[in-house]
């Protein structure tokens, strides 16, 4: 289904902005909407109905990294400070808020069903139980750069994302269409430790990625996530002159 066909159907419009005013106030930076019919083609047991059976909306919020940390990375310093403030306290912080969000349409009648971030994590297929970032890309929040990551309008990969299923009829926001990755920016692969990408086609790849994070299948946990792809890249940097 294309956007005009979607613009054809009939949404819940008030309900659409007050979730959105919600996620507002509780100082998301981020918020879009995807209708289920955007997920189409989703590998068979990560689709956003195999969590929530009467899926029709997906919710993607985000909130901002703090640029400070990102600042001081590097390979040798730094990396448990990011992953404690980038990652388990923000995908705390994201949770909390998507299960408001969660509860506010449970309120109103409706399902609801919040993806926690991260984990549970699939470490032989490297994924997880849903993807945030497919998620944020039909939500309209942004596109897919070189790195693997979301790279957004307002902050370049420099964000995180939480999602929130439900069985309401929300207004879905339009995607975006332009590339936002410069063909001609290679930033992310020139630092990248492990060069994790295949030589030939210049795919990313997961498995050297999370090798060199030290993920722990058994633990669920990132032991040292890197972040330097983040970093240098263009877009998302705020002039500091």
Not at 29 to 44: H, M, N, Q, T, Y
Not at 66 to 92: C, F, V, W
Request: proline share 5%; charged share 25%.
């Amino acid at each position: 289904m294309n956007q005009e066909e979607e613009g054809n159907m009939q949404y819940d419009e008030q309900l659409t902005c007050s979730i959105k005013k919600l996620a507002e106030d509780r100082d998301v930076d981020l918020v879009g909407v995807a209708s289920i019919d955007r997920f189409e083609g989703a590998p068979k047991g990560f689709h956003p109905k195999d969590l929530l059976r009467t899926t029709q909306s997906v919710i993607v919020i985000a909130r901002k990294l703090l640029n400070g940390i990102l600042d001081e990375l590097s390979p040798e310093s730094q990396r448990l400070t990011y992953k404690h403030h980038m990652y388990a306290h923000l995908n705390t912080l994201n949770t909390l808020t998507a299960f408001e969000l969660g509860r506010f349409l449970e309120k109103q009648g409706n399902r609801a069903f919040v993806v926690q971030p991260t984990t549970p994590y699939h470490a032989h297929e490297f994924r997880g139980v849903m993807s945030h970032r497919h998620a944020a890309v039909k939500a309209g929040l942004g596109v897919f750069g070189k790195n693997n990551l979301i790279l957004t309008k307002e902050f370049g990969p420099r964000q995180r994302f939480c999602t929130i299923l439900t069985d309401a009829k929300l207004l879905p926001d339009p995607m975006i269409e332009e590339e936002l990755c410069k063909k001609e920016c290679f930033e992310c692969r020139k630092i990248c430790p492990v060069q994790a990408w295949d030589p030939e086609s210049g795919k990313f790849s997961k498995p050297g990625c999370a090798h060199y994070q030290k993920w722990n299948r058994f633990d669920q946990e990132c032991k040292e996530p890197c972040g330097l792809c983040i970093q240098v890249c263009p877009l998302g940097k705020e002039d500091k002159n």
